[in-house]
């Protein structure tokens, strides 16, 4: 089945405690969100750049067998979206050094007329009113799926909203979840978002794995625990990736019933622990499917009990 998904690309600045600091990274929202679902599912990725966005960028997207790049668009003129964090020494906290949003302030990307019957769509971070345009102008997708971000929750809270009641699920920071409800605990905000519109919540802990908040139940995951983190950008869209494009290629019945999300979630959770082992794509491009394999192995023994 085909998943659309869209959101940011951006040209990132990283600093962490152990590692240093880069700047010119690939980075953005729908890139980790499409290299990682791509490991699954045919993955059709809408988004713009500017025209300074570096040739060899593009190259590494179009590069991802299974990401159909028909809806990226290069616009003259115009900047491509950057973003700099800096991590605390836990590296699961960070604090956001600039956003400049160049692109992200004109119109959305165009949908391409072959991409609007898209099964599954996941609207990565970015201002809701993209998210809102993306998914209004799908046909009649099975499964809408949308992340955000603090920064949106603090500047475009009622477009927001308007999102929750047009998805099925909602994939959030712990710390972003607080924010939009102003509930400490994450079961708590996690029903407080369910009752904006959608079927699932997914509170996302970093380290401590994450919460499933489903209209049909609860549960909890841990992370998989690699020894090996270097940068944890994208972790969460990765994670996303890994979740979409599992229920994209899974053939449920009812993909956002509270088994298939659960199982989803496993997935994420593997494809996003190899994304921290790295900086910006560098993890992603070199595994393969069977290293995604090996690992789920691994984890799904882990969280065997009983
Ligand atoms: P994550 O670590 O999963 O939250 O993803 C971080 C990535 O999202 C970085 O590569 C940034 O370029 C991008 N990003 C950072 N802030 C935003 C924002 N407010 N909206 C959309 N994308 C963002």
Known sequence: MNLICTGTIGID???TPGNGRREELLGGSVVYFAAAASFYAPTRLVAAVGDDCPAEFLDTIKSF???DTAGLEVRK????FRW??????????RETLFTELGVLEEAP??????FKSSEFAFLAN???????????QLDSPRLVVADTMDLWINIAKDDLTKVLGRVDGLVLNFDE?????????????GRHLLELGPRFVVIKKGEHGCILVHRDGLTALPAYPTE??????????????????????????????FESVREALAHGTVVASFNVESFSLDRLKSITAADLHARFADYASMIRVG
């Open 109 to 114: 990307p165009r949908i391409p007329e072959a």
């Open 13 to 15: 600045t990283i600093e």
């Open 77 to 80: 003129g115009s900047k491509t």
């Open 177 to 189: 979840a607080e924010l939009f409800t102003g509930k400490r605990n994450p079961v708590t905000a």
């Open 126 to 136: 970015s201002h809701p009113a993209v998210q809102l345009d993306m998914r209004d």
């Open 228 to 257: 090996q983190v270097i940068d944890p950008t994208g972790a969460g869209d990765s994670f996303a990736g890994g979740l979409m494009g599992w229920l994209a290629s899974c053939g449920a019945e009812d993909p956002g019933s």
């Open 65 to 67: 067998k299974g990401v």
């Open 84 to 93: 700099g964090g800096k991590y605390m020494d836990d590296m699961d906290h």
